[in-house]
Each structure stands twice: as C-alpha cells, then as structure tokens.
C-alpha cells in the first residue's frame, strides 16, 4: 500500500479508482500467487489504485492510494451465512476512502468509479467523511422522488426504470475513448437528470439504513454509427445537478476514467511488470511501489504533451532531467516544450518520430525515460567525484 502527498490547486481533486490485475500466469518458479484472469485459470495478483487529478485542469496529481492483494480462493463447501461473514474484495473502495480519510479545509474529494464502485456502504463512508462522489451504477436499487415529484400510487421505484424516463435534457458531442474492441470516435450524446432518494438495500450491506438524496445522471447515444454498440451511462452523483452545465461535467469527470486505464497500461506495456522475473508476489509488489511515480510522471507528461503541447519543458519535468535529455539531442533546453520532451524522450528509447508514426507508445517512453534517468545518475556521480 502507498500514498503520495499532492499538490492541491484547484478547490476541487478527483480520486478515480480502477483495479487491474497482474497476470504471471507464465512465471511458474513466482511463490505467492493467486487465481486471475477470466474463469480464474490463470496465476497472479491484483492492484487497486487511486489516480488524483485537478478537477479543473485535468492535472494528474499522484498516486493517492494504492493497495495490491493476492485473491484467495474459496473455502470447500463454503455455507451462504459463512461467505456474507468473509471479507469481500468490494471493501477495497471503503478502505481506500477511509484512509484517504477527510479533505483539507475548503477543499473537497470527489471519488470516480466504474460499476465496482455501485456499493451502498461505500456511499455511506464517503458521507460520513464529507466527501462527494461519481459513479457509474449497475444496480437496479429502490429509489423515491421527492414528495413533490411523486407520482399517485408510484412511492417507490426501480432506479433505472426511473433514469430512463426522462426525455433529454441537452446534447453534446464527445470524444469517446477506445475500450476493449471498440475504437475511439467522436459520439453525440444526450443527457438527462433527476434527484432520487436512494433506498438502502433491504437485506445487503448498509451501516445507517437511511436513504441517500442522489442525483442520477444519464447519458446516452440516440443514434451510434451502423454495427456499433449504442453508448450508455447511469451516473449516481452527491454534488447537486441543476443544469445542463453541471450535468455534463460530471459526465467528463466519469469519462476521465481512462487515465487510470492509462496508467495500468503504463504498468504493462511500459514497464513491463508482468515480463519481471521475480520470485515472489512480495518482491513485484515492492517494485510496484517503486516503478508508479514513474508511471505517473509519464503519463502526466503525455497527458500534458497532448492537452497542452507548448507548454514549457521544465514545467512538466525537473531542469535537470530537461537539460540531459536537451543535452543528449545537442538542442536547446529553454526552447524545448513539453510535446518535444514526449516524443524526444521516447526517440532515445527507439521511436523513430517520423511524420508518418503515430504518437510515441509506452515501450519506447519507457526505454528513454530509463535511458535518461541512467545518464543523469551519471551525471551526480561524476559531480560527487573530486578532480584527480
């Protein structure tokens, strides 16, 4: 487990969560694995993470949490009242927020997860701890409306039943990241809101038994290109929905998402952390918590190289690493932005930056990142030494 101090600068930071799982399923000398994988038949572990980002600015700001786990299997001939007392893997959410614990003062913490975040008892510690959050729900729960919205005889209602009814409330188009077997493509989407009054479930999880006044947010694709699978989102959010403005913005705060996605390729492709040869679970996760900042730093650095290409170099890394990579190239290091430290950077770990390639993928960031980061340990080392 580790957590990063952050730079906080807007009064607002996103803690998007996202599990992923390490899959050494080859490595069969690794001590300490656990079942993986679809149909778990493969060997390895699983890591959940806590990405912060600037809900302003889209700025990633660290790693606010991280906590990896091995999956054990369940008990032979395991009863229902023994496997509701055994802890469950779902928790991760109400321990991440519990030991993010409270926001600073005029601050606030806005916890975004997928459908593994769809837990009443996750919502209730993040009221608790005065938090905010959105997610993306995949339970159908009993809601109400408020008093003055209720329909005669309708008291309680099914929350996506509910969600669907409303007519659409405005339209935008949105670029929508590639998932799985689903390119990346520019959709129009229409969205609708409503305030419910979310029941707690009548024999799951709950600690207070009191409903939860929740804005659901839907948004969805009226039209989607021939052959392709409509888009649809059911968010349930704490920060009040007023307008169509609002409504939106918590949508792209869901969106965002796919940085935690990012990241886990980062993880992958990058680093490489399932090729390590390592002879315990133990030992890949020490290195897990050494390679993430790394990570992070060049996943913000991508991020910033494309949001903001001009964007000057030294604002992004340290001088001293934009020296050595200006250095390596024979350019100048005040006139280098953040978009040529990305694709230089990634030239020296073997991409060809050519106009016909595409951007830089994680393999050749990572080969140049570590390739300056040996060059400048070189350079310390021969500052330390004493003219002969």
């Known amino acids: ?22 899959n050494l399923t080859k490595h069969l000398s690794t001590r300490g694995v656990g079942p993986v994988g679809q149909g778990e038949r493969g060997r390895g572990f699983y890591v959940h993470m806590i990405t912060a980002v600037d809900a302003d600015a889209k700025q990633i700001l660290g790693c606010a949490y991280q906590y990896p786990w091995v999956r054990q299997a369940a008990p032979e001939h395991e009863t229902r009242t023994h496997r509701h007392y055994r802890p469950r893997e779902s928790q991760v959410w109400e321990q991440s927020a ?15 997860g997928g459908s593994g975040a769809d837990l009443f008892t996750f919502w209730e510690v993040c009221r608790h701890l005065e938090c905010d959050f959105v997610i993306r729900i995949c339970q159908d729960r009993l809601v109400r409306l408020p008093a003055d919205q209720q329909e ?17 409330q405005d339209a ?44 659901v947010v839907r948004v969805w694709e009226p039209k989607p290109p021939v052959g392709a699978e409509p888009l649809e989102w059911m968010l349930l959010t704490t920060i009040p929905v007023d307008g169509p403005q609002q409504a939106w913005q918590r949508t792209h705060w869901y969106a965002w998402r796919w940085l935690a996605e990012d990241f886990h390729h980062a993880l992958k492709t990058g680093c490489q952390i399932e090729a390590r040869q390592m002879r315990s679970v133990e030992a890949l996760m020490r290195l897990l918590g050494m390679v993430t900042p790394m990570a992070l730093r060049l996943l913000a650095l991508r991020e910033i190289a494309q949001t903001a290409p001009q964007t000057d170099a030294t604002q992004v890394l340290s001088n ?37 390639d595409g951007p830089p993928g994680w393999k050749t960031l990572w080969r140049g990142w570590i390739y300056v980061q040996t060059v400048l340990q070189g350079v310390h080392l021969a500052a330390s030494l004493s003219p002969s």
């Open 1 to 22: 487990m580790s957590r990063t101090s952050l730079s906080l600068r807007s009064d607002r930071t996103l803690l998007i969560g996202d599990a992923t799982e390490i």
């Open 98 to 112: 519990q030991l993010i614990g409270l926001p600073p003062a005029s601050h606030h913490w806005v916890h975004v």
């Open 152 to 168: 005669a005889g309708k008291i309680l209602q099914h929350l996506q039943t509910l969600a669907q009814s409303p007519p659409a």
């Open 172 to 215: 935008q188009v949105m670029h929508v990241q590639a998932e799985h077997r689903r390119p990346a493509r520019d959709a129009l989407l229409q969205v609708s809101w409503a305030l419910v009054l979310v029941q707690p479930p009548l024999h799951g999880a709950s600690w207070d038994k009191q409903e939860l006044p929740l804005w």
């Open 320 to 356: 001293e690493v934009v020296q050595v990579v200006a250095h390596l190239v024979k350019r100048p290091t005040a006139k280098m932005t953040a978009n040529e430290l990305w694709h230089t950077i990634a030239s020296l770990g073997g991409y060809f930056n050519r106009k016909s």
